[in-house]
């Protein structure tokens, strides 16, 4: 069985400051882990994926995410907010096997603060 | 390259009424998957295909929601009939090789 744990519902920043949004997953096997973006009225996006190759893993608009594998971790960073990034973020957690599906965590909103 | 194709892009209907969408994948993409993701939540897994066939409809409640992929293309998912709770986004998303999936933007549907 997979699970995905986004810790933290909302979170609001100020414009150029960090952002963190935080992610744990669970898996009996090695995962491939991704982080989507969901704008008002748009589809789903994604951002990066780590799938197994480098940890540290680079996306679109400047997002980065870190595959910590002791931490069961895999949380999603920037480090400098654009009000472009206001969005629902959701973490995405996948095995192998024949069915291969993506699990999705609950979401998190993301507000940036002018 | 285009996208994953939905449609209608919203649709309103009274309960206990039917209801179908359809989803075009994108060309090759073998794999293709329904999810329902109701307001405030993730998108949850209803049904997955690998071509035209059925690999995962663990979550789809088959005593009112139904899909086909007849060649292996084109997809659709109908509910019948329609409750309050079945009010949700209906997203389709495709991939080539079950790592990576596309999305569509999604049918949101309303049961009043």
């Known amino acids: 069985a997979q699970s995905v744990t986004q810790l933290?519902?909302?979170?609001?920043?100020?414009?150029?400051?960090?952002?963190?949004?935080r992610c744990n997953y669970s898996?009996?096997?090695?995962p491939s882990l991704f982080w989507y973006v969901q704008h008002p009225n748009k589809g789903l996006q994604l951002?990066?994926?780590?799938?197994?190759?480098?940890?540290?893993?680079k996306g679109i608009n400047g997002f980065e995410a870190e595959f910590?594998?002791?931490?069961?971790s895999f949380h999603l960073t920037k480090p400098s907010a654009h009000m472009s990034d206001a969005a629902e973020y959701f973490c995405v957690v996948s095995v192998s096997g024949s069915a291969r599906?993506?699990?999705?965590?609950?979401?998190?909103q993301l507000t940036v603060l002018p | 390259e285009a996208g994953v194709a939905q449609s209608p892009r919203y649709k309103i209907i009274e309960?206990?009424?039917s209801v179908a969408f359809w989803c075009n994948p994108i060309s090759g993409h073998?794999?293709?998957y329904w999810y329902q993701q109701i307001l405030g939540q993730g998108p949850k897994l209803l049904i997955q295909f690998q071509n035209n066939g059925v690999v995962d409809d663990s979550q789809l409640p088959k005593d009112r929601f139904s899909a086909e992929r007849l060649k292996g293309v084109d997809?659709?998912?109908?509910?019948?009939?329609?409750?309050?709770?079945?009010?949700a986004v209906y997203l389709c998303a495709s991939s080539p090789n079950r790592v990576q999936a596309f999305f569509g933007q999604g049918t949101r549907l309303t049961v009043v």
Do not use: C, M
């Open chain 1, 101 to 108: 599906q993506l699990t999705f965590g609950s979401g998190t």
């Open chain 2, 15 to 17: 309960k206990r009424q």
């Open chain 1, 8 to 21: 933290d519902s909302h979170v609001s920043v100020s414009e150029g400051t960090p952002v963190l949004l």
């Open chain 1, 68 to 72: 910590k594998k002791s931490e069961t």
């Open chain 2, 75 to 87: 997809s659709t998912l109908k509910i019948q009939p329609a409750k309050l709770e079945d009010s």
């Open chain 1, 27 to 30: 898996s009996s096997y090695s």
């Open chain 1, 47 to 57: 951002l990066l994926k780590y799938t197994s190759a480098a940890t540290l893993v």
């Open chain 2, 30 to 32: 073998a794999t293709l």
